[in-house]
């Protein structure tokens, strides 16, 4: 990432990458918009200013899947326990932000609701490194 890197950029390559690949992408940035510090934030500053249209419904679904990352913690074997261990501290992290209460109003402004998850999905379960509080800047843990 340069170091000219804006938020903008990213939340433009965001939508690129929900558009054209696939389920591997849509884990990475529904895991942004969960953990990261800022991007969920990013992303509905962006949407005031300009609603999205190309991508929306690819957005929506990244925006879900965040929200499902605070479900309760999967059983081995579908996850590793140091995995599981990493995925209990971002979670906990992430609810002291009331990130829940930001992916619920990011939803309200796509025009979607939250759905209920008993457990995070398994392929969430893969910790990906997260952006930190400027782009370009990667977060530890």
């Known amino acids: 990432m340069s170091e000219k890197a804006t938020w903008d950029g990213l939340v ?22 969960a953990f990261g510090p800022v991007f969920v934030h990013a992303v509905g500053l962006r949407l005031r200013r300009e609603p999205v249209g190309f991508g929306g419904e690819a957005l929506v679904r990244c925006a879900q ?22 995925l209990a501290a971002r979670q ?8 829940r209460a930001a992916l619920d109003r990011l939803l309200q ?8 998850h008993s457990e995070v999905p398994a392929r969430l379960t893969r910790c990906h490194e997260l952006i930190g509080f400027r782009p370009g800047e990667r977060l530890a843990g």
């Open 12 to 33: 433009d390559r965001m939508l690129q990458e929900l558009a054209h690949d696939g389920p591997r992408a849509e884990s990475y940035w529904a895991q942004q918009m």
């Open 65 to 86: 899947l965040a929200r499902a990352a605070f479900g309760s913690l999967p059983e081995p074997p579908a996850c590793d326990p140091t995995g599981l261990r990493m």
């Open 92 to 99: 906990a992290r992430a609810l002291g932000w009331r990130r």
């Open 109 to 116: 402004r796509l025009g979607a609701r939250a759905t209920e």
